[in-house]
């Protein structure tokens, strides 16, 4: 490797964010570490997203271009297969990274037998600077955050793209980012990426999170068929931590519920009982959902 070889790839899929990628982009470039390079690829944008890239004058980012809206996904998996580094981190088109982020995480990673390392994040609902934090991730509850997080991580989704860094070739092992999900994808890379080994965490907020119009996080049948999909997928590893079947079984439930959809909605609630039958609230639910379902059929 020369000294101009980059040692962390940053990709950031970028799709309609003319007002915001500009911002994400330099809080990239602007990091007290180096060399990096930031590939920056494009999701067949209708606006001015390309202007905005082209317009900035650094030799460290590079524009692809995917043919066609293929989603984040692909554009993350197109920007892996491109990239040169040993280590590949992950920025959003309407985020921010803050100050110190990249050189915290890699000093930490160095010399370390770690497969990828996470941050804390801000959460805020909206792009405007003047909008408080709604919440941070992760939560102060969540345990273990470090080492193995797999009890943990299989129970709730704490690790977004943008707190990442990871091996390089521990995403090719994986084969990258599951581009059949409509979202959720940043908990089933970790899912599969905390399997080969220890994860780093630095306890400190060095991301910012800021929800735009079109962010996936809006959509709940996106998100609900996300969830379909994960636990069917990683229905073994899932299974191996005692409740975590149950509980998503349960959300599942829920997601139906709030949509109308009865009958798919007690057939999970119906498998979080038998996934933990001394749980009584799970009971509740399901025959909740059983007599919805059964009154709905009457009148059809």
């Known amino acids: 490797m020369t000294a101009a070889s980059p040692l962390v790839s940053v990709i950031i899929p970028c799709f309609n964010r003319e007002t915001t990628v500009h911002e994400a982009v330099l809080s990239v470039l602007t990091q007290d570490y180096d060399p990096i390079e930031l590939i920056a690829v494009d999701d067949n944008s209708t606006d001015g997203t390309i202007a905005v890239l082209e317009s900035i004058d650094d030799p460290r980012l590079r524009i692809l271009h995917n043919s066609g809206d293929r989603g984040p996904s692909q554009a993350r998996n197109h920007g892996i297969r491109s990239s040169t580094a040993p280590w590949i981190a992950f920025q959003d088109s309407d985020d921010i990274w803050l100050p110190g982020k990249l050189k915290r995480q890699m000093d930490y990673l160095q010399d370390s037998d770690f497969v990828a390392a996470y941050c804390g994040m801000l959460i805020k609902k909206d792009t405007h600077p003047e909008t408080p934090v709604k919440y941070r991730r992760p939560a102060p509850e969540t345990s273990p955050l470090e080492g193995d997080i797999l009890p943990s991580l299989a129970l709730e989704n704490y690790i977004s793209t943008q707190m990442l860094v990871v091996r ?71 299974g191996r931590y005692p409740g975590v079947l149950a509980h998503h079984h349960h959300r599942i439930a829920g997601g139906h519920r709030a949509l109308g959809q009865y009958t798919t909605a007690a057939s999970h609630g119906w498998a979080a009982w038998q996934a933990q039958p001394g749980n009584l609230r799970y009971l509740f639910h399901a025959t909740y959902l059983m007599l919805r379902t059964l009154g709905r059929l009457r009148t059809t």
Request: charged fraction near 25%; aromatic fraction near 6%; proline fraction near 3%.
């Open 168 to 238: 390089h070739d521990i995403l090719d092992q994986i084969g990258g980012f599951d581009e059949a999900l409509p979202a959720l994808v940043d908990w089933e890379l970790m899912l599969r990426v905390a399997s080969l080994g220890p994860v780093a965490f630095i306890d400190d907020d060095l991301v910012v999170q800021r929800m735009s119009e079109n962010s996936l996080t809006h959509s709940s049948k996106k998100r609900l068929a996300a969830q379909e999909h994960i636990l069917k997928k990683h229905y073994d590893l899932l």
